[in-house]
Structure formats: structure tokens, C-alpha cells
């Protein structure tokens, strides 16, 4: 049967991905340790996610394995065999400061694993699309240094800069400070773009700027709107870092993600490099996004101002989803922010009331 391969199937980005594939008629096997839960602490465990999956979705397989053990991964594919049309890698330490705290874990799990799942593809299923979830955090800080103008609630590009619509893939990934995150994802990035180029596999690496929805298990130092969605209601404290609260991040729903990712795995290419976000259809300050969260939820934040910013935070980013776009013509965003926040909102809420 037609087996499609997700790693990190609890997480945001991955369960979304199993549900879509399930709908397919595939058989969508998952790997996920719930590791997150070790990353961030129990409140943002995706076992609920996986639990949810493993009863609702019927093409489903959960497997609890570690991406960084090599022998079980190769196992897993080998089991599978023939059988493998396409692996969506989703599977992360995803967060800056945690991979400061530990290195060998955060390169371990992005890099090593990402080099784990792509030799088991290439010895078990080379012609399968293979996509990885990479990250706008490739580019380091040089976003940073573009010249910016400030608004009363929102840092801007200069109008005519020719990243004005957003920012493509011909931004330099050398000379910036990526943080220890940015650096391993980068890692990654670079081996999967390898394996497409030097073994003609069909592989693609998706940069995202911020990927959201309502099955994130925001916290603190992962999940930007999810967790300020969740303070907003909860009445918790948030903390903004830096840049006078006006950092601007665009955001993309992870189903229209996923819509991406189809695309691709239905007429792949090799070694392909994406800008994927919310582009300038979908993005916010951090003074807007709260502006936004009150007005949905009805309540007031709690929140206060630390001076320095998070190390490798973005400034302004938009992505150019330009080049995607003429690669697959058919993709639409089907979500805005209001829409995503909206969701976000009832997931939260409801939530509350299960618990
Ligand atoms: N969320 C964002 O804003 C964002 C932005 C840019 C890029 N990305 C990338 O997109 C991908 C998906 O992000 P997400 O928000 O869905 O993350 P997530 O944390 O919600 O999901 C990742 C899942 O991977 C699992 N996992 C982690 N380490 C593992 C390991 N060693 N073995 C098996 N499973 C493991 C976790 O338990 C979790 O369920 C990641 O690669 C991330 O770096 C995310």
C-alpha cells in the first residue's frame, strides 16, 4: 500500500501532514518520540496530538522512534520498503535559546537525524519526494541588517528595496551570526539539498518563516502565537524581548503549508530551495499580533518589556513565496492572520474547557 513517511507526526507541522495523506487513502507512518516534551516540559508534550492520531485517523502507524538512532530508522524503511512514496521530515529541536543550552542534543537531532532519514531514503526509497521543514533561521541575522524605517507599531522595509514583497532564496546563508539552532538546521538544509543535487534524489528543503495552527503546544521559547494566544486567555504574563515589541514575523497556517508540501511530492524536483510563510498576505508585529489576540479573546494581556531581544530573532521578516509560486501555480493561501488566530482562539479555549 502507498506509505507515506512523517517524522515529527505529533508535532504541528507533522500531524497536520498526517491527516492530509490519510485523507488520500495513504498509509501515513509516523515517527515521534514526543521529545518536545523533554525540549520545553509537559505542558507542550504532543502526546495528546499522537493519541489523537493513533485513534482517529485509521491509515495511521505510530512508531516511538529516536531520529538520531541510525539502525532503527534504516529498520523502519527497510520494513516498509517499495512500499515508500514520499517522507515528510518535520521532526526539530526548534528553538534558538534551548539549542544554546545544549549543542550536542540540538545537532544531534537536526543534523544527524536529517542525515539518518536521508540515507535510509536513499537506500530504501530514492525515487520518493523527500521534504524537510528547514528554517528562515538558515539566513542568520542578516535579515537584521536591512535598512528598516519604524512605524508607530511595526517595523518596515524601505519601499523599492528589492525585498519589499519579502525575502527570497538569493539572501546569502554565509557571514551572519545563526545561532547554534540556525546552525544545525542549516546543516540539514545544506545535506538535503546534497542528496537531491550529487544522488538525483527528489528532495526539497521549505524554509519557514513562523508555522502556526491551532494544534501547536505554544510555550515560551517555541510557538509564538499559539503561546500568546494562550497567555491572552489564561491571563499568564508574556514577555516581549527587544526591538520595541514591533518585530514583524509572518505566519502561515500549517494546512496551507501541507498544501505545499503536496504540491511538491506531486511534481517534485531535485534538490529544491523554498521561502515559505504567510508572505505578505499573512504577517504581524508583536504590538499588532497583541492588539489582535484582546480583540479576539475579549480580554486584556498581561505583559511586560525585557530590553535585550532573543539572540538570532528577526527583526522583520516576510517571505517571498514568489518562487514557489511559479514552480506550482495551483497553491493558494486558503488562511489569514485573522483566520489563523481565530482558530488558534477556539483551540485554546477549548482546551481549557477539556481540562
Ligand atoms: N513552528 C515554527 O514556527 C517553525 C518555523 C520554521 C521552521 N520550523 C521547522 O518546522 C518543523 C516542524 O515544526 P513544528 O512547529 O511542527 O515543531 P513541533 O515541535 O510541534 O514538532 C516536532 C515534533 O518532532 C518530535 N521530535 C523531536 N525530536 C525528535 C526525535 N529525536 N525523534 C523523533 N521525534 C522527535 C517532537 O516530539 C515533536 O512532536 C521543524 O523542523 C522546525 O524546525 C518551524
Redesign the pocket.
Known sequence: MRTIIV??S?????SETVKRFARDAARVVG???????RFFGAEAS?RRTRDELVSTVRNYDHRD????DADAVMQLFKEQGNNITAVVH?????SHDWAARDPQVDFG?NAN?TLNLLEAARACCPEAPFVF?????VYGDTPNRLRLRELPKRWEIEPGHEYEPGISETMSIDYTKHSLFGAS?AAADILVQEYGRYFGMPTACFR?????GPA??GTEL???LSYLMICTVTGRPYRVFGYGGKQVRDNIHSYDLVEAFAEFIAAPRAGEVYNIGGSRHSNCSMLEAIELCEQISGRKLTWSYEENNRIGDHIWWISDVRKFQSHYPSWKFQYGLREILDEIHRAVVQTREAA
Open positions: 517524522t515529527g505529533a508535532g504541528l507541522i507533522g515517527i515521534d518520540n514526543d521529545m518536545r516534551a504532543t522512534v529516536d531520529i538520531r518535520t521532526a526539530a529541536q526548534p537531532v537525524g521543514t528547514s528554517t528562515n533561521k538546521k519557514g518563516g513562523c508555522l502556526t501547536h503546544a517555541h510557538g509564538f
